[in-house]
């Protein structure tokens, strides 16, 4: 049994030299801002996160990222097995946060009681005529040309010097499911792909991935948009603003989303998807293999592994 049970990621936190590049990016990237400061920038979707990023002003870094609980009941039960202290929260959405550091020196962030957002307005979904139906019928498909609408982060991919004992940190803590563990040889283990426990609700395939790397290291961070043609439309935005375009758009193997992966302007990973698997706790998990990990479905396939950003 885990101390707490995570319902969903929360954001991501970054810190930069100059607070309004950062903020003309996840313009162009889709996101909108949920608050700010001298020293922090608060970006979120259009979703219900309060926020889903925020940059702090420093030299360039990934410096943590936050997992939301499911009660503040829970929460304290996380602060007392961890010994912290239960702190009340005075970014966005407000509520509490228990503040830990994992094996390899992240910061994680433990939150509960936020004030959810409302949920912001999107170009209207349109059906697709597809698989021999028809259900869009007079009705033009005209996506609005512009930045993708993020509705959320749905997950972060973070390298760890020791697959297993991080696993042990997070699951022992938060309760993730593994959905796809990554076995380059059988019963050989180096990394996997977590979901929340969420019981009989549905979840995203993976809302936390670990990879063992010769180094710990932030990988990325992903934001779900609102659909496949938000994210074609987004990413031709993207490239007209000349941001740096790293892989895609393509459509993975394990958790089947449809990708496509940029730099932030100081050489951070952060990827827009569309139309990924969805489970239960029941659903089990299975076993991964490095073709399936490294490989797509179909599109772009993916270039040599890229300098790694550390912690900072």
């Known amino acids: 049994m885990s101390v707490s049970k995570a319902w969903d990621m929360a954001h991501v936190r970054f810190r930069a030299p100059d ?3 950062m903020d003309r990016f996840l313009n162009a990237f889709g996101m909108v801002e949920a608050g700010r400061s001298a020293t922090a920038l608060y970006k979120r979707g259009h979703g219900t996160q309060p926020f889903a990023h925020v940059t702090e002003l420093g030299d360039p870094a ?6 939301q609980l499911n009660s503040v009941d829970e929460l304290e039960k996380l602060a007392a097995h961890e010994n912290a202290q239960v702190e009340m929260s005075n970014e966005p959405g407000g509520g509490y946060v228990v503040r830990l550091t994992d094996p390899d020196g992240f910061a994680v962030d433990a939150l509960a009681g936020q004030t959810m957002a409302d949920i ?11 698989d021999g139906r028809y259900s869009r019928l007079n009705d033009p498909k005209r996506p609005e040309k512009g930045p993708s609408h993020v509705l959320r982060l749905g997950h972060v991919v973070l390298g760890v010097s020791d697959f297993r004992r991080s696993e042990a940190w997070y ?9 796809d563990e990554i076995q380059p040889q059988p019963g050989i283990a180096i990394g996997a792909f977590m979901r929340c426990d969420r019981g009989d609700r549905p979840c995203d395939h993976h809302s936390l991935f670990l990879l063992e ?12 948009v609102a659909n496949l043609d938000d994210l074609m439309v987004g990413h031709d935005h993207l490239v007209a603003q000349g941001y740096d375009h790293l892989w895609g758009v393509g459509r993975h193997y394990l958790g089947s989303q449809i990708f496509d992966y940029w730099r932030d302007p100081y050489g951070h990973e952060v990827e827009h998807w569309t139309d990924g698997d969805q489970l239960v706790a029941a659903d089990g998990g299975g076993i991964g293999t490095i073709p399936e990990l490294m490989g797509v479905q179909w599109g772009m396939e993916m270039p040599p592994l890229p300098e790694e950003v550390g912690r900072g």
Do not use: Y
Request: net charge positive; charged share 15%.
């Open 19 to 21: 607070l309004s590049v």
């Open 62 to 67: 990934f410096a943590g990222f936050g997992i």
């Open 171 to 179: 699951k022992d803590r938060f309760g993730f499911i593994t959905s």
């Open 213 to 224: 790397r010769p180094a710990p290291c932030f990988m990325h961070a992903a934001f779900e």
């Open 120 to 130: 912001l307005s999107m170009p209207r979904g349109q059906e697709w005529n597809q």
